[in-house]
């Protein structure tokens, strides 16, 4: 999911590792605040069922990922996020 804060500029929201999608999102659509975005799972190079929470800077990259605390804690997301996920 792509958010815009006003501490980090744009930050990518990642949640990986899901069991599946739901129905309801698609590329390119805006998610509001408590919508179900999936099911937690055990895909990939895993030991369980989990949710992997990362946040990365604009760039996107593997290395330029940020705690998510702060978004948690301060909850700086908009009402609405726009996925970016696979199209």
Not at 6 to 20: D, E, I, P, Q, R
Not at 39 to 51: D, E, P
Not at 66 to 71: A, Q, S, T, V
């Amino acid at each position: 999911l792509q958010c815009h804060t006003k501490t980090h500029g744009t930050v990518y929201v990642w949640y990986c590792h899901l069991a599946s999608i739901d129905a309801g999102v698609r590329y390119g659509r805006y998610l509001t605040s408590g919508a179900r975005i999936g099911f937690m799972g055990s895909t990939g190079n895993v030991t369980g069922r989990h949710l992997h929470l990362e946040v990365r800077k604009a760039s996107n990259r593997y290395g330029d990922t940020l705690d998510p605390k702060f978004l948690l804690e301060a909850r700086t997301c908009p009402r609405s996020l726009k996925w970016q996920g696979w199209k």
